[in-house]
């Protein structure tokens, strides 16, 4: 016969007590993130993005520290396979002569939640020596550098981190990918990108079995 004490209740209680108090705190973590993405107000200047970079004769380049960076080195993927050349450059690389990679040509992004990145204003001051017309910033703080430096910003908004100490980006990662998402979608269906240009790019693994078409070669998997 299986006994169990009212130590083992007790515990059990406070276990299941724990596990509800993690899922509940994953949740409100969720709906914060959820919430902030809702939140964008997609005016004019984010139309006025996409028709610039629609219209750029280079590459887009992108641009980011930290957190921020992975997303821009994400962005310019997804873009490449979205029929838009793009490039990251990383803000301390650029320094040590990647920055060689920019032409008079891109259009720069650049992307700072706080807008005061240091190694991120110093590359847009030097690209604009190299002949760079046109930087979009994408930022939250109502003032930082990054928007005097920017010809158009893309305004996160005002974002109240989910984080207990409430520092840990993770709204605001989340809002920042939902732009950079919404940015290459918009750009790939004006650009009329079909299937199969679309597996030319992207033409392996997954994606790039569901992308194939007769027209697109590729070897044969085992």
């Not at 509800?20 to 200047?45: H, S």
């Not at 993927?77 to 450059?89: D, E, M, N």
């Not at 240091?118 to 690209?127: A, G, Y």
Request: proline fraction near 3%; include cysteine.
């Amino acid at each position: 016969m299986f006994i169990v004490s009212a130590r083992d209740t007790i515990g059990f209680k406070f276990i299941q007590g724990m596990l509800l108090d993690i899922k509940e705190r994953m949740q409100a973590v969720l709906q914060a993130e959820a919430a902030a993405i809702n939140a964008i107000e997609l005016d004019d200047t984010f139309v006025r993005a996409v028709e610039i970079m629609l219209a750029c004769k280079g590459k887009i380049v992108t641009t980011g520290m930290g957190k921020a960076g992975y997303l821009a080195h994400k962005f310019a993927a997804t873009l490449c396979s979205t029929a838009t050349p793009a490039v990251f450059i990383h803000p301390a690389e650029a320094a040590h002569g990647d920055l060689g990679l920019v032409a008079a040509n891109d259009v720069m992004l650049a992307f700072s939640t706080s807008g005061k990145s240091r190694e991120v204003i110093e590359i847009l001051e030097l690209s604009r020596h190299l002949g760079v017309e046109t930087v979009i910033g994408v930022t939250s703080h109502p003032e930082s550098d990054l928007r005097n430096l920017s010809d158009f910003v893309l305004d996160m908004g005002v974002i109240k981190e989910p984080c207990p100490l409430g520092l840990t980006p993770s709204a605001s990662m989340a809002v920042m990918q939902a732009i950079t998402d919404a940015i290459s979608l918009a750009l790939m269906e004006q650009k009329g990108v079909t299937k199969e240009e679309y597996g030319l790019r992207h033409h392996g693994g997954y994606l790039g079995r569901a992308a194939r078409t007769d027209n697109v070669p590729h070897r044969e998997e085992k």
